[in-house]
């Protein structure tokens, strides 16, 4: 019933707000564009897998990988937010 | 009256579908406007609508095109148009924000509502500021708007980054070019260096005896020791810094003889090409309406860039005292997102999460050779702080493939942050 009621009600439910993976992955797109679509020399991230990008981002802050600046930034965040990271990147449409 | 989830269901069940509907109108949209059209202004209005399309969102800017400062230098050396810096905003009114064109004259931060200069207003629920920077003509003496107009300043990009260039293309062989740094805080710390390398590129293959001189009112810069590391060995004597307690810092300037005076019985000197970067503040407009502090910026709290002094006014970019964030585009598109994502959350009655604020600024020593300087920003004690296990520069020393792969990044930088903002 209740259900019913919010599938026909004639307010408009405001959607989510923004939520943290969010707020993590835009600070991203400075570099590898909106949503992590780039249309430049910097790589896409949006609709990698989430493996993959977690690998890289760990790889990254631990230095097993040797970037440019890609070192210097992922130092900066904490495993679960790389982890928000990867999920949220891999759930976007490239 | 806003519905939260929880509130609807709960009316709902006890009222009943059809005395709701009859008993409550849709709540108007909450209408939010912005003021400055640049990269955080337009990126902010951008992501206001996008993350709500429900709210009523207008962005007053002046009218196009907009340059962008990132990459003007390349400008100064020869190799960009002034249109490949052209943005527009016509996607931004496509994507459904009211994008209105023309000067805000005056803000009543207290009613939320701007004044322009046609005669008409603005009001909202909400108002997002960001005018940039206003150069302080009154703070150098000898430098005002008409002395920019002979010796340019060039650090707004569009007419005084061409009348900059056509100078240089009239330098003789042999010349002297004197570029003058002002104290900080000033948009983009590590520009004037890029600026001097860029030229000095461009000296070196088209007047090869000309001499470029960096007077600086401070002794350490950004990036530093990765500039000077880069100018060594790529141009000599070239280019020459002069630090502020070895004569650099200006303290008068006479723009019909090219001329900048020191203090401390150093120089004159005397220039064929001048270009003289003024110290800055935010503009009058948020001066006038009590939105800045003794330094000249606006405060805010770094949790949405709310100003301190105006609850539900929000400034931020290069107008905002955001230290330890220097005045980037990147550092204001990255509080632009932020704080988009945060109005959008204190409409609804919720909490924004804890923002997470990204600079990253590269610099061209050469059109193939760049650097990098990268830092993390968190709340910490209620104070905007540098993670300290983060950030950095480039590593000194690195090979000229390293420096290569920086210059491409920086390029695919700029791209970015274009079609973010303005695409
Ligand atoms: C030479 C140079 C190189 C740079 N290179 C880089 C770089 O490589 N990377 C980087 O990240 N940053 C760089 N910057 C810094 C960057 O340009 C600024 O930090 C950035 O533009 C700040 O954005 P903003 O939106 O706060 O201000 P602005 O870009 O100045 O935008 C302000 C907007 O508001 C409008 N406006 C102002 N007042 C009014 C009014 N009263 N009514 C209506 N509209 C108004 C203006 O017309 C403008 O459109 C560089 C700067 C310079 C000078």
Redesign the pocket.
């Given at each position: 019933m209740l259900a019913a009621l919010l599938l026909l009600a004639p307010l408009r439910l405001p959607a989510e707000a923004p939520g943290r993976g969010f707020g993590l992955a835009a600070a991203c797109f400075g570099c590898h564009g909106t949503d992590g679509v780039s249309r430049g020399a910097i790589p896409s991230l949006a609709g990698r897998s989430e493996r993959f990008l977690l690998l890289a981002l760990g790889e990254y802050r631990s230095g097993a990988s040797s970037g440019t600046v890609m070192n210097r930034i992922a130092r900066g965040y904490s495993d679960e937010e790389l982890a928000l990271l990867a999920a949220w990147f891999a759930g976007r449409r490239e | 009256m806003r519905l939260t989830r929880r509130g609807f269901v709960g009316a709902a069940a006890l009222a009943g579908f059809a005395a709701l509907s009859r008993r409550l109108p849709a709540a108007p949209p909450a209408r939010v406007l912005v003021?400055?059209?640049?990269?955080?202004?337009a990126c902010c209005a951008k992501y206001l609508q996008r993350l709500d399309p429900a709210l009523a969102v207008t962005l007053?800017?002046?009218p196009d095109p907009?340059y962008?400062?990132?990459?003007?230098?390349l400008l100064l050396a020869g190799r960009l148009g002034l249109d490949e810096l052209e943005q527009r905003h016509d996607a931004l009114a496509h994507a459904g924000i009211e994008v209105r064109y023309?000067?805000?004259?005056a803000v009543d931060p207290v009613a939320k509502r701007v004044q322009l200069d046609d005669g008409s207003a603005l009001v909202a629920d909400r108002l997002v500021l960001?005018?940039?920077?206003e150069f302080a003509f009154d703070a150098l003496p000898g430098y005002d708007a008409a002395a920019a107009a002979i010796l340019p300043h060039?650090?707004?990009a569009g007419a005084q980054t061409v009348l900059l260039r056509r100078q240089l293309e009239a330098l003789p062989d042999g010349g002297t070019v004197l570029i003058s740094v002002p104290p900080e805080p000033y948009?983009?710390p590590p520009?004037p260096y890029?600026?001097a390398s860029l030229i000095a590129w461009w000296l070196r293959r088209a007047r090869p005896r000309a001499k470029l001189l960096i007077l600086d009112a401070k002794d350490r810069f950004s990036k530093q020791a990765l500039f000077r590391e880069g100018w060594q060995a790529l141009y000599g004597q070239q280019l020459e810094w002069v630090p502020g307690s070895d004569g650099g810092r200006i303290e008068r300037v006479e723009a019909a003889t090219r001329t900048l005076h020191a203090g401390f019985g150093f120089g004159p000197y005397r220039g064929d090409v001048v270009n003289v970067i003024p110290p800055q503040r935010a503009?009058k407009?948020l001066r006038e309406a009590g939105l800045t502090d003794a330094s000249g910026w606006c405060p805010v709290s770094p949790l949405a860039f709310e100003s301190s002094r105006h609850p539900g006014v929000h400034v931020?970019?290069?107008?905002a005292d955001a230290a330890p964030m220097p005045?980037?585009?990147?550092?204001?598109t990255s509080q632009a997102r932020a704080v988009a994502a945060a109005i959008v959350a204190q409409l609804r009655g919720e909490v924004p999460a804890a923002p997470v604020y990204l600079n990253t600024?590269?610099s061209l020593l050469a059109p193939d050779y760049g650097i990098s300087i990268a830092a993390v920003y968190r709340v910490a004690d209620g104070r905007l702080t540098a993670v300290p296990e983060a950030g950095g520069t480039s590593p000194l020393a690195a090979d000229a493939a390293f420096r290569a792969r920086e210059a491409v990044f920086a390029a695919g930088t700029?791209t970015s942050?274009n079609a973010d903002a303005f695409g």
């Amino acid at each position: 019933m209740l259900a019913a009621l919010l599938l026909l009600a004639p307010l408009r439910l405001p959607a989510e707000a923004p939520g943290r993976g969010f707020g993590l992955a835009a600070a991203c797109f400075g570099c590898h564009g909106t949503d992590g679509v780039s249309r430049g020399a910097i790589p896409s991230l949006a609709g990698r897998s989430e493996r993959f990008l977690l690998l890289a981002l760990g790889e990254y802050r631990s230095g097993a990988s040797s970037g440019t600046v890609m070192n210097r930034i992922a130092r900066g965040y904490s495993d679960e937010e790389l982890a928000l990271l990867a999920a949220w990147f891999a759930g976007r449409r490239e | 009256m806003r519905l939260t989830r929880r509130g609807f269901v709960g009316a709902a069940a006890l009222a009943g579908f059809a005395a709701l509907s009859r008993r409550l109108p849709a709540a108007p949209p909450a209408r939010v406007l912005v003021v400055g059209g640049g990269y955080a202004g337009a990126c902010c209005a951008k992501y206001l609508q996008r993350l709500d399309p429900a709210l009523a969102v207008t962005l007053l800017t002046r009218p196009d095109p907009y340059y962008t400062c990132p990459f003007s230098n390349l400008l100064l050396a020869g190799r960009l148009g002034l249109d490949e810096l052209e943005q527009r905003h016509d996607a931004l009114a496509h994507a459904g924000i009211e994008v209105r064109y023309g000067e805000a004259i005056a803000v009543d931060p207290v009613a939320k509502r701007v004044q322009l200069d046609d005669g008409s207003a603005l009001v909202a629920d909400r108002l997002v500021l960001a005018p940039g920077v206003e150069f302080a003509f009154d703070a150098l003496p000898g430098y005002d708007a008409a002395a920019a107009a002979i010796l340019p300043h060039a650090w707004e990009a569009g007419a005084q980054t061409v009348l900059l260039r056509r100078q240089l293309e009239a330098l003789p062989d042999g010349g002297t070019v004197l570029i003058s740094v002002p104290p900080e805080p000033y948009r983009c710390p590590p520009g004037p260096y890029e600026r001097a390398s860029l030229i000095a590129w461009w000296l070196r293959r088209a007047r090869p005896r000309a001499k470029l001189l960096i007077l600086d009112a401070k002794d350490r810069f950004s990036k530093q020791a990765l500039f000077r590391e880069g100018w060594q060995a790529l141009y000599g004597q070239q280019l020459e810094w002069v630090p502020g307690s070895d004569g650099g810092r200006i303290e008068r300037v006479e723009a019909a003889t090219r001329t900048l005076h020191a203090g401390f019985g150093f120089g004159p000197y005397r220039g064929d090409v001048v270009n003289v970067i003024p110290p800055q503040r935010a503009p009058k407009l948020l001066r006038e309406a009590g939105l800045t502090d003794a330094s000249g910026w606006c405060p805010v709290s770094p949790l949405a860039f709310e100003s301190s002094r105006h609850p539900g006014v929000h400034v931020l970019g290069d107008a905002a005292d955001a230290a330890p964030m220097p005045k980037s585009a990147y550092s204001a598109t990255s509080q632009a997102r932020a704080v988009a994502a945060a109005i959008v959350a204190q409409l609804r009655g919720e909490v924004p999460a804890a923002p997470v604020y990204l600079n990253t600024c590269y610099s061209l020593l050469a059109p193939d050779y760049g650097i990098s300087i990268a830092a993390v920003y968190r709340v910490a004690d209620g104070r905007l702080t540098a993670v300290p296990e983060a950030g950095g520069t480039s590593p000194l020393a690195a090979d000229a493939a390293f420096r290569a792969r920086e210059a491409v990044f920086a390029a695919g930088t700029w791209t970015s942050l274009n079609a973010d903002a303005f695409g």
